[in-house]
Structures are given as C-alpha cells and as structure tokens.
C-alpha cells in the first residue's frame, strides 16, 4: 500500500484529492507531544542557564531594619544582561533551523526525526518547505487561544490534524509507514 511515505500508488488521483486514509495512517497525539517534548529540551537548558547567570550575577543589597525587619533589593548585571540576550539569539536561532529548515526541509524537526515521523502537505505528502513550516509555528498559536484546547483536536480528528494544521494544511505521518494488513499478499500480487 505505501512505499516510502509516499501515498498509494505515487501518483495523484485524477480530481487531484488524496481520499482521508483510516487515523491509524496518522502519527498519533502522544508521539506527536514526545517530539514537541524533545525539541524543547534545547530552549529549556538554554534558559535555564541564562536565568542562572543573570540571577548569579545580581547585586543584592540589603538593609536591616532596627525592629528586625529586613529589605533587599537585586541590581541587575551587564552579565546577566548579556546571557539573557546571548540566550534569547540561540533559542530564536534554533527555532529557525529546527522548525524552519530542517522540518521544512526534511518534513522532521529534532524530537520528529527521534520518534520517526515527519509534517508533509496533506496534498502532495512532501515536506512543506522553510517559510509554510515557520508559518505553522506560528499558527500554533491559534491552538493556544482557547485554553490550549487546538493542540488537543488530534484526539478526534480524522487525519490527527490540530488547528494549525488545518490552517496550512499539514498532517503527520509515520517516516516509513506500516503496509497494513494483507501488505504481503499485495506486494506478491505486484511482483
């Protein structure tokens, strides 16, 4: 049925729709939350550290009262200053290669590539390219606006599709997806 994760047959129908395939054809919501998992490890350390440094470097002055009550106050450092804009250009630097052109061009970014599926162009099933991919980052914000609910839609949509999904038209797939049953009895009817 499939070769590669190519539709059935490698070519277009004549009207040129691909008919919805069973939701078992599509990468799962938990897969999909693995990867979104595994592709934030990086911006999280990166913060992390940054948020260390800047809270490492303060000034802290303190002052205590004379009825035992004590204030401080942090003074930010140049340091601290200096990591948190050194952080924040190499998270917006690994978005733009992880999401924009590596899932662009490949179909996987990071987290993707690890648990074996890739973003393809519900039409075409080919990877949807830098700019259709950076868009559908920032469609998932879409997702978000209702108490996150959009991320969820792949639990009861047809073709596992969230909201941002939809808006661009891309859906997940498995990187070598399963023949399904009977694929043997198929593969030999072929040959």
């Known amino acids: 049925?499939?070769?590669?994760?190519?539709?059935?047959?490698?070519?277009?129908?004549?009207?040129?729709?691909?008919?919805?395939?069973?939701?078992?054809?599509?990468?799962?919501?938990?897969?999909?939350?693995?990867?979104?998992?595994?592709?934030?490890?990086?911006?999280?350390?990166?913060?992390?550290?940054?948020?260390?440094?800047?809270?490492?470097?303060?000034?802290?002055?303190?002052?205590?009262?004379?009825?035992?009550?004590?204030?401080?106050?942090?003074?930010?450092?140049?340091?601290?200053?200096?990591?948190l804009v050194l952080v924040s250009a190499f998270v917006l630097s690994y978005c733009l290669w992880n999401y924009g052109y590596r899932q662009g061009a490949t179909g996987s970014s990071i987290g993707k590539s690890v648990l074996k599926f890739r973003v393809v162009h519900e039409k075409t099933w080919q990877p949807v390219g830098f700019g259709r991919s950076i868009v559908r980052q920032l469609a998932h914000s879409v997702d978000a606006i209702v108490c996150f609910v959009g991320y969820l839609f792949p639990l009861w949509d047809t073709k596992r599709q969230t909201l941002a999904d939809k808006i661009v038209a891309t859906v997940c797939v498995p990187r070598n997806p399963s023949p399904g049953p009977g694929a043997a009895q198929r593969q030999k009817r072929l040959t």
């Open 1 to 83: 049925m499939f070769r590669g994760a190519s539709r059935p047959n490698d070519r277009p129908p004549p009207n040129g729709v691909w008919p919805t395939l069973p939701a078992t054809h599509y990468t799962s919501w938990i897969a999909r939350f693995a990867a979104w998992l595994l592709d934030m490890i990086p911006i999280l350390v990166g913060a992390g550290i940054g948020n260390a440094v800047d809270i490492g470097s303060a000034h802290l002055d303190c002052v205590t009262y004379e009825n035992g009550g004590v204030a401080c106050s942090a003074t930010r450092s140049v340091t601290g200053d200096i990591a």
